[in-house]
């Protein structure tokens, strides 16, 4: 089991990048997991360079895909050959858009994530990961019933730590945010720590009042 730092829509914001890795190690990141958006205005280059050195898991985002001919091409190589979506231990990562997994995305929201829940039955993972809409949320997937929103940076942008751990067959879905490129109304800059040990997630705000 691991610790891993969990970064998303990087959006070539290069200086918050590296700050959110170091927010990550602080908190005793060893593994990374990069959920796409990695290009934008900015430093792209560098943030893929940064990503491609650290991410052991990383799959492909939407911005990515648009972007791909105005940056050098080895970051357009980098990017262009990240899957869709990874697994690793009990986990699933995606960007969270569903014209790249259908499943494992913001959209299934609105079908209470009946999705997410047949696909992380077949693969036999408790947790799904994605970004794409910029504000960092948790909800909690009962054996039975709606799901249920744990947290939401739009009402809360303060640091929090959740468990993980609740009863037999339930699942989780985790949206980490953005790391960045924040929008009105949707919460701080974000990064997340997930504890697969310990069964808890960390959504680690990067604001620069992030102690206030």
Known sequence: MT?????????G????????VAE????GATRFA????????GDSDGCVALI???ANVSVVGNRDLDWADRVGPAAREYVLALSRSAHAEDFIAAHGDARLD????????RREFARTRVRLDRDGARVALFGHTHRARVWRLPVA??????YDAA?????????LAGEAGERYVVNVGTVGLTFPGKGPPSCAVYDSAARTVEIVSLAEDRHG
């Open 102 to 109: 259908r499943d494992i995305s913001s959209a299934d929201f």
């Open 3 to 11: 610790t891993w730092g969990l970064l998303s829509d990087i959006h």
């Open 155 to 163: 009402t809360d942008p303060r640091p929090a730590t959740l468990s």
């Open 13 to 20: 914001n290069l200086p918050l990048l590296e700050r959110a």
């Open 52 to 54: 491609r050195s650290l």
């Open 145 to 150: 019933g709606s799901p249920v929103l744990i």
């Open 34 to 41: 990069v959920l796409g958006d990695n290009l934008g205005r």
């Open 24 to 27: 990550c190690r602080a908190r």
